[in-house]
């Protein structure tokens, strides 16, 4: 059973860099064929993919979020990391992470997801 848990700062300022952390246990992050997305809900709004890291490494972006994003992962600790700079309050949202095989339009596990409010 694979696990995904977000972690990070609930509360960050205007203009300030948010950085999200996914922890993964029971499965690998660099196991063949899976992707693995950071996406975003904010208030009364629907989910929002922003991106995320191939199991290969390589990198996806949302191109209304590409100028402000970056991904980054470390495979001894099994994780993968969002940073989304000049945060405004239209990022208050909650922050998931999540996993999909390749070429499956869908995603099979998720983390709970976590709170983040952008203070103005």
């Known amino acids: 059973q694979v696990q995904l848990q977000e972690s990070g700062p609930g509360l960050v300022k205007s203009s300030q860099t948010l950085s999200l952390t996914c922890t993964v246990s029971?499965?690998?992050?660099?196991?063949?064929?899976?992707?693995w997305s950071w996406i975003r809900q904010p208030p009364g709004k629907g989910l929002e993919w922003m991106g995320g890291?191939?199991?290969?490494?390589?990198?996806a972006y949302s191109p209304s979020l590409k100028s402000r994003t970056s991904f980054s992962r470390d495979t001894s600790k099994n994780q993968f990391s969002l940073q989304l700079s000049s945060v405004t309050p239209e990022d208050t949202a909650v922050y998931y992470c999540?996993?999909?095989?390749?070429?499956?339009?869908?995603?099979?596990?998720w983390g709970q997801g976590t709170q983040v409010t952008v203070s103005s």
């Open positions: 999540a996993r999909a095989r390749i070429g499956v339009d869908d995603y099979d596990y």
């Open positions: 029971g499965g690998s992050i660099t196991t063949r064929g899976y992707y």
């Open positions: 890291v191939h199991y290969e490494d390589s990198h």
